[in-house]
């Protein structure tokens, strides 16, 4: 697996032309993402889209990697192996001050997964503490989920969040900022 800081792939796109896919849901790269960079998303990532790169080097960038890193797997089954991902995603790009496009804030999958687990839980919390023991199985679906998704990096939540329409659509999304 090929990485690069996000401080040496912002030198390159001074003297070439640079092929960074930002592989979050569109609500993720409207809300910000690093100049220069074209959304495809994760789910919509088809290989025959890139035969345009040749074999130029392509730059994958997420939120923190894990998506980039699928991405790239993904890439690799297809016969590319001229990838990289971009060290620390969009939060290192972030943190570097380097250039970046803003839009709408926009809540990101992992969080949108945290409130969703989190709340199922203390549903299940409620139920049981209203009388009802059957509480306790949404509670252990939740830590089940959780659990399976720190053993495999794969989140089944995500993967259906992702596709949810306010993910979709940048101005559909009903989650920003007043600014």
Known sequence: MQTISATALSSLFKHNNVHLID????AEFG????????????????????????????????????????AMDKLAQAGFSNTFEVEGGTDAWLNAKLPIQQGRKALGLEQQVRIIVGGMALIGAAIVLAGQPAGLVLVALMGGGLVYAGITDTCGLA????????????KA?????AA
């Open 31 to 70: 809300a910000l993402h690093a100049k220069g960079a074209v959304n495809i998303p994760l789910d919509k990532l088809e290989p025959s889209a890139l035969a345009h790169c040749n074999d130029e080097p392509v730059y994958l960038i997420c939120k923190s990697g894990i998506r980039a890193r699928k």
């Open 173 to 177: 999304c009903p989650v920003h900022s």
């Open 159 to 170: 993967m259906l969040i992702a596709k949810a329409p306010w993910n979709q659509n940048v």
């Open 23 to 26: 592989v979050r849901t569109p």
